[in-house]
């Protein structure tokens, strides 16, 4: 049986889990829906949909959809910054990690399209969160 625990927001009981979701799906989701569809398409509605949920699933797990898009940021931005920290240390000579940085932004741009568009506010929709990007940062530490 699901614990039941106090909604500190709404004032109501609820469980504390709530069968086949989770954070994770929810986000596997919401990116699925980013890569297929764009960003444009993305909402609570769609994803509840996607699961095969009610539209209350994910408010159960994230207090909005901005709150989604930080997440799938984040998450886009750790799998960019792995890949150049990557292409940072293939080399010593910082000409070629130069060359290695430019390659791994362009792939994952290329494959990511949708994604990386998030990530950097191409398109018009506004950033969430407004802090320098860590996959930047390595690039002015290789400038450095």
């Given amino acids: 049986m699901a614990e039941i625990q106090q909604d500190k927001v709404h004032g109501t009981a609820r469980s504390k889990t709530r069968p086949g979701l989770s954070k994770q799906t929810i986000l596997d989701a919401a990116m699925k829906i980013v890569r297929e569809e764009g960003v444009e398409h993305l909402s609570m509605r769609r994803i509840a949909s996607q699961l095969g949920c009610s539209v209350a699933g994910p408010y159960f797990y994230f207090e909005n959809q901005d709150e ?77």
């Avoid at 930080?70 to 998450?75: G, K, P």
């Avoid at 080399?91 to 399209?113: G, K």
């Avoid at 950033?127 to 390595?138: D, G, H, L, N, Q």
């Fill in 68 to 144: 989604i898009i930080r997440a799938l940021i984040s998450e886009g931005e750790a799998w960019l910054t792995a890949d150049l920290r990557k292409a940072q240390a293939s080399s010593q000579d910082v000409y070629d990690q130069l060359r290695a940085i430019a390659q791994t932004y362009w792939t994952f741009a290329s494959n990511h399209r949708e994604l990386h568009k998030l990530i950097f506010n191409v398109g018009g929709h506004r950033k969430v969160f407004a802090v320098i990007s860590s996959s930047y940062r390595v690039y002015m530490e290789t400038l450095r």
